[in-house]
């Protein structure tokens, strides 16, 4: 056979291939598969609600290990304030798109009016954890924690225009407002875990959305007194009974680092979270 001739048949081959393969492949999906990717560059309805609230970058969908993942993620970077400023979330928070709504709503509706209370604006958030794939409170084979649905977040604690920081958990701060700042976020998050709650919970506020049957919420969260605070003033009640000059009870023996001079040893982080 001629060499042009096998070139003619060749090409009426190719012809022949296209055009039975084209409709096969409008059949198996080639164009739905184009309209999916056009929709999944398109944002959620989600997502311009929240961009009218924050700054963040959507995320591909995230998948597994396992049971963990999540659809309409996002890297939450920044509250937008209703006076526009800025509240940073630091680290960034890989949140789905639902749960960085609530939390920005909540910086701006509750803790920013509340930050003031305490003398200055809101300026940041310290996130303690977001997005991870594994058990409650780390443990291998418990029930997959909320964090690993990206439906969590962990708050260690909150940061003021004038430097100052205010963890939430800190004694110190006035007990008032933290009870009033945990029946705001017991309202809006259907977990919320601290301290009292189950020992792995001293030194951060865990808060998520999971969903329950008949919409049941867990709100644990002791606010508990400032008992150092009370050793603190006995030196200030000692001074001002002796200025009486009348007859005191002698003071109750302190605790061996009191008496040395020396702070408490500062307790160890918990690295066990839901
Ligand atoms: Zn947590």
């Not at 919320?192 to 792995?200: E, I, K, M, T, Y």
């Not at 049957?213 to 006995?234: F, I, L, S």
């Amino acid at each position: 056979m001629a060499p042009e001739t096998c070139r003619v048949k060749g090409l009426v081959v190719i012809a022949l291939v296209l055009c039975t393969t084209e409709p096969a492949a409008a059949q198996y999906g080639v164009v739905p598969a184009t309209k999916a990717t056009e929709a999944e560059l398109q944002p959620s309805a989600c997502q311009l609600r929240l961009a009218k609230v924050a700054m963040f970058k959507p995320l591909p969908v995230l998948a597994g290990p396992g049971e963990c993942g999540a659809v309409d993620a996002v890297l939450l970077e920044w509250v937008i304030l209703p006076d526009q400023a800025k509240v940073a979330v630091a680290p960034p928070a890989t949140l789905r798109c639902a749960m960085a709504e609530e939390v920005a709503l909540w910086l701006r509706e509750d803790v920013a009016p509340a930050a003031l209370k305490l003398g200055a604006p809101l300026r940041g958030l310290d996130n303690f954890d977001s997005y991870e794939c594994r058990g409650r409170n780390r443990v291998r084979g418990a029930t997959l924690s909320e964090h690993g649905r990206a439906n969590a977040l962990d708050v260690r604690a909150l940061r003021l225009a004038n430097g100052e920081v205010i963890d939430l958990t800190d004694v110190n701060v006035p007990k008032h407002w933290r009870e009033a700042l945990r029946g705001s976020v017991c309202a809006r998050f259907s977990t919320v875990l601290g301290p009292g709650s189950d020992g792995n919970h001293e030194e951060h506020i865990h808060v998520d959305l999971a969903e329950r049957r008949g919409g049941y919420k867990m709100c644990q969260w002791e606010v508990r007194e400032p008992v150092k605070q009370a050793e603190k003033t006995e030196p200030d009640a000692e001074a001002k009974a002796a200025k009486l000059e009348q007859p005191v009870p002698l003071p109750r023996p302190r605790p061996v680092a009191s008496a040395a001079g020396g702070a408490p040893a500062k307790k160890m982080r918990s690295h066990l979270r839901w």
